[in-house]
Protein backbone atom coordinates (compact mmCIF):
# COMPACT_ATOMS: atom_id res chain seq x y z
CA UNK A 1 0.00 0.00 0.00
CA UNK A 2 1.11 3.19 -0.90
CA UNK A 3 0.03 7.15 -0.25
CA UNK A 4 2.29 8.79 -3.20
CA UNK A 5 1.70 12.42 -4.25
CA UNK A 6 1.48 11.50 -8.12
CA UNK A 7 -0.73 8.93 -9.66
CA UNK A 8 1.52 7.61 -11.24
CA UNK A 9 3.81 6.21 -8.64
CA UNK A 10 1.25 4.28 -7.74
CA UNK A 11 0.73 3.04 -11.68
CA UNK A 12 4.01 2.25 -11.92
CA UNK A 13 4.67 0.26 -8.54
CA UNK A 14 1.43 -1.63 -10.02
CA UNK A 15 3.40 -2.38 -13.40
CA UNK A 16 6.28 -3.82 -11.45
CA UNK A 17 4.95 -4.81 -8.32
CA UNK A 18 4.68 -9.07 -8.27
CA UNK A 19 1.99 -8.31 -5.59
CA UNK A 20 -1.20 -6.23 -5.91
CA UNK A 21 -0.64 -2.50 -4.85
CA UNK A 22 -3.02 -1.10 -3.06
CA UNK A 23 -3.62 2.84 -4.13
CA UNK A 24 -3.48 4.72 -0.22
CA UNK A 25 -4.13 8.04 -1.80
CA UNK A 26 -2.85 10.27 -4.68
CA UNK A 27 -3.34 13.55 -6.59
CA UNK A 28 -5.85 11.76 -8.91
CA UNK A 29 -7.64 9.15 -6.31
CA UNK A 30 -8.48 8.19 -3.18
CA UNK A 31 -10.54 4.59 -3.13
CA UNK A 32 -9.65 3.11 0.20
CA UNK A 33 -11.50 6.03 1.68
CA UNK A 34 -14.57 6.27 -0.65
CA UNK A 35 -15.03 2.37 0.33
CA UNK A 36 -15.40 3.25 3.73
CA UNK A 37 -17.73 5.91 2.83
CA UNK A 38 -20.12 4.48 1.09
CA UNK A 39 -19.58 1.18 4.05
CA UNK A 40 -20.75 4.38 6.25
CA UNK A 41 -23.56 5.37 4.02
CA UNK A 42 -24.81 1.64 3.51
CA UNK A 43 -24.32 1.01 7.66
CA UNK A 44 -26.61 3.82 8.43
CA UNK A 45 -29.12 3.54 5.58
CA UNK A 46 -28.98 -0.11 4.20
CA UNK A 47 -29.24 -0.49 0.89
CA UNK A 48 -28.00 2.56 -0.83
CA UNK A 49 -29.86 2.04 -4.21
CA UNK A 50 -31.61 4.87 -5.45
CA UNK A 51 -30.05 7.40 -2.28
CA UNK A 52 -27.99 10.20 -3.60
CA UNK A 53 -24.48 11.83 -2.20
CA UNK A 54 -23.84 15.59 -2.72
CA UNK A 55 -19.98 16.29 -2.46
CA UNK A 56 -19.01 20.27 -2.31
CA UNK A 57 -15.91 21.21 -2.66
CA UNK A 58 -12.75 20.94 -4.82
CA UNK A 59 -12.64 18.55 -7.49
CA UNK A 60 -10.04 16.50 -6.10
CA UNK A 61 -9.01 12.92 -5.46
CA UNK A 62 -12.04 12.48 -3.48
CA UNK A 63 -14.47 13.87 -5.84
CA UNK A 64 -12.85 11.58 -8.28
CA UNK A 65 -13.21 8.54 -6.04
CA UNK A 66 -17.06 9.03 -5.09
CA UNK A 67 -17.75 9.37 -8.82
CA UNK A 68 -16.60 6.36 -9.48
CA UNK A 69 -17.81 4.24 -6.27
CA UNK A 70 -21.67 5.65 -6.49
CA UNK A 71 -22.60 3.85 -9.82
CA UNK A 72 -20.53 0.58 -8.08
CA UNK A 73 -23.28 1.16 -4.89
CA UNK A 74 -26.26 2.10 -7.04
CA UNK A 75 -26.63 5.96 -5.93
CA UNK A 76 -26.53 9.23 -7.80
CA UNK A 77 -23.59 11.73 -7.12
CA UNK A 78 -24.09 15.30 -7.80
CA UNK A 79 -20.53 17.45 -7.27
CA UNK A 80 -20.40 21.06 -7.28
CA UNK A 81 -17.30 22.62 -7.36
CA UNK A 82 -16.33 26.55 -7.49
CA UNK A 83 -15.60 27.58 -11.59
CA UNK A 84 -11.74 26.41 -12.21
CA UNK A 85 -11.93 23.53 -9.62
CA UNK A 86 -14.57 21.09 -11.53
CA UNK A 87 -13.07 17.41 -11.51
CA UNK A 88 -11.14 15.97 -14.07
CA UNK A 89 -13.23 15.99 -17.49
CA UNK A 90 -11.45 12.40 -18.29
CA UNK A 91 -12.65 11.33 -14.65
CA UNK A 92 -16.26 12.43 -15.00
CA UNK A 93 -16.55 11.00 -18.41
CA UNK A 94 -15.73 7.74 -17.21
CA UNK A 95 -17.84 8.08 -14.38
CA UNK A 96 -20.86 9.09 -16.66
CA UNK A 97 -20.79 6.18 -18.83
CA UNK A 98 -20.01 4.17 -15.52
CA UNK A 99 -23.30 5.20 -14.28
CA UNK A 100 -25.00 5.47 -17.49
CA UNK A 101 -24.60 1.47 -17.52
CA UNK A 102 -25.87 1.57 -13.83
CA UNK A 103 -28.95 3.17 -14.43
CA UNK A 104 -27.34 6.31 -11.76
CA UNK A 105 -26.29 10.02 -12.88
CA UNK A 106 -23.16 11.94 -11.98
CA UNK A 107 -23.83 15.36 -12.13
CA UNK A 108 -21.53 18.04 -12.50
CA UNK A 109 -22.37 21.57 -11.34
CA UNK A 110 -21.13 24.70 -10.24
CA UNK A 111 -24.47 25.27 -7.73
CA UNK A 112 -24.27 24.03 -4.31
CA UNK A 113 -28.68 23.84 -4.44
CA UNK A 114 -28.87 21.69 -7.53
CA UNK A 115 -26.12 19.20 -5.72
CA UNK A 116 -27.65 19.39 -2.23
CA UNK A 117 -31.41 19.08 -3.33
CA UNK A 118 -32.70 15.96 -1.93
CA UNK A 119 -28.86 14.28 -0.97
CA UNK A 120 -28.78 11.55 1.46
CA UNK A 121 -25.47 12.15 2.12
CA UNK A 122 -23.15 15.21 1.66
CA UNK A 123 -19.91 15.36 2.29
CA UNK A 124 -16.52 17.59 2.14
CA UNK A 125 -13.36 17.71 1.54
CA UNK A 126 -10.55 20.33 2.41
CA UNK A 127 -9.93 23.58 -0.19
CA UNK A 128 -6.88 22.68 -0.41
CA UNK A 129 -5.32 19.08 -0.27
CA UNK A 130 -1.92 17.75 0.73
CA UNK A 131 1.26 18.77 -1.87
CA UNK A 132 -1.00 22.06 -2.48
CA UNK A 133 -0.28 24.06 0.70
CA UNK A 134 1.68 26.74 -1.63
CA UNK A 135 -2.14 27.52 -3.13
CA UNK A 136 -3.36 27.24 0.42
CA UNK A 137 -3.80 31.17 0.62
CA UNK A 138 -5.34 31.67 -2.71
CA UNK A 139 -7.58 28.61 -2.47
CA UNK A 140 -9.29 30.57 0.73
CA UNK A 141 -10.18 33.23 -1.33
CA UNK A 142 -11.73 31.06 -4.43
CA UNK A 143 -13.42 28.71 -2.22
CA UNK A 144 -14.58 31.61 0.24
CA UNK A 145 -18.83 31.07 0.82
CA UNK A 146 -18.03 27.23 0.01
CA UNK A 147 -18.88 25.96 3.50
CA UNK A 148 -21.61 23.39 3.84
CA UNK A 149 -23.34 24.58 6.91
CA UNK A 150 -27.03 24.72 8.56
CA UNK A 151 -27.97 26.62 5.56
CA UNK A 152 -26.76 23.64 3.25
CA UNK A 153 -27.66 20.91 5.41
CA UNK A 154 -31.09 22.41 5.42
CA UNK A 155 -31.35 22.07 1.62
CA UNK A 156 -30.65 17.97 1.62
CA UNK A 157 -33.02 15.31 3.00
CA UNK A 158 -34.23 15.99 6.48
CA UNK A 159 -32.81 12.27 7.90
CA UNK A 160 -29.59 12.98 5.58
CA UNK A 161 -26.03 12.56 7.35
CA UNK A 162 -22.40 14.18 6.56
CA UNK A 163 -19.07 12.91 5.96
CA UNK A 164 -15.92 13.90 6.02
CA UNK A 165 -12.71 11.90 5.58
CA UNK A 166 -10.91 14.40 7.89
CA UNK A 167 -8.69 16.25 8.92
CA UNK A 168 -11.21 18.80 8.64
CA UNK A 169 -10.74 22.49 8.57
CA UNK A 170 -13.76 23.85 10.79
CA UNK A 171 -15.20 27.02 9.78
CA UNK A 172 -13.65 26.72 5.97
CA UNK A 173 -15.59 23.93 4.60
CA UNK A 174 -16.97 22.90 7.15
CA UNK A 175 -18.95 24.85 9.59
CA UNK A 176 -18.31 23.26 13.77
CA UNK A 177 -22.39 22.88 14.02
CA UNK A 178 -22.33 20.55 11.13
CA UNK A 179 -19.54 18.50 11.40
CA UNK A 180 -20.46 18.14 15.67
CA UNK A 181 -24.33 17.80 14.90
CA UNK A 182 -25.84 14.48 14.97
CA UNK A 183 -26.05 14.35 11.50
CA UNK A 184 -22.41 13.75 11.02
CA UNK A 185 -21.16 10.67 10.97
CA UNK A 186 -17.32 11.49 10.86
CA UNK A 187 -16.31 9.48 14.09
CA UNK A 188 -17.54 6.20 12.83
CA UNK A 189 -16.23 6.80 9.09
CA UNK A 190 -13.16 7.22 10.79
CA UNK A 191 -13.06 3.75 12.16
CA UNK A 192 -14.28 1.70 9.40
CA UNK A 193 -11.23 3.30 7.51
CA UNK A 194 -9.64 -0.08 10.06
CA UNK A 195 -12.20 -2.59 9.05
CA UNK A 196 -12.58 -1.31 5.27
CA UNK A 197 -8.62 -1.66 4.99
CA UNK A 198 -8.75 -5.39 6.57
CA UNK A 199 -12.05 -6.00 4.15
CA UNK A 200 -9.29 -4.96 1.33
CA UNK A 201 -5.97 -6.62 2.63
CA UNK A 202 -8.68 -10.04 3.07
CA UNK A 203 -9.95 -9.62 -0.67
CA UNK A 204 -6.41 -9.48 -1.72
CA UNK A 205 -4.81 -12.04 0.05
CA UNK A 206 -7.44 -15.02 0.07
CA UNK A 207 -6.75 -16.86 -2.81
CA UNK A 208 -3.17 -15.67 -2.89
CA UNK A 209 -0.55 -19.25 -3.22
CA UNK A 210 1.68 -19.15 -0.50
CA UNK A 211 5.18 -18.69 -1.77
N1 LIG B 1 -8.05 15.65 -0.58
C1 LIG B 1 -7.32 15.35 0.64
C2 LIG B 1 -7.76 14.05 1.22
C3 LIG B 1 -7.11 13.76 2.55
C4 LIG B 1 -7.52 12.45 3.16
C5 LIG B 1 -5.84 15.32 0.32
O1 LIG B 1 -5.45 14.75 -0.71
O2 LIG B 1 -5.07 15.88 1.09
Redesign the pocket.
Same mark, same amino acid.
Not at 24 to 42: E, K, N
Not at 121 to 146: I, L
Not at 148 to 169: G, N, Q, T, Y
Given at each position: MARTFAHKTITDLAEYAPCPVING /?T %?LS?PC @?VMTDYFTAWEKFGDLKGRKLAYIG %?G $? $??AHSLMFGAPKVGMDIAVATPGGYAPDPYIVAQAQNDAAAAGTKVIVTTSIEEAVRDADVVET %??W???? @?EDEAEKRRNDFAGWIVDDRVMAMAKEKSIFMH? /??AHRGEEVATSVIDSARSVIYDEAENRLHVQKAILYVLMKDRKKH
Amino acid at each position: MARTFAHKTITDLAEYAPCPVING /LT %DLSHPC @QVMTDYFTAWEKFGDLKGRKLAYIG %DG $N $NMAHSLMFGAPKVGMDIAVATPGGYAPDPYIVAQAQNDAAAAGTKVIVTTSIEEAVRDADVVET %DVWASMG @QEDEAEKRRNDFAGWIVDDRVMAMAKEKSIFMHC /LPAHRGEEVATSVIDSARSVIYDEAENRLHVQKAILYVLMKDRKKH
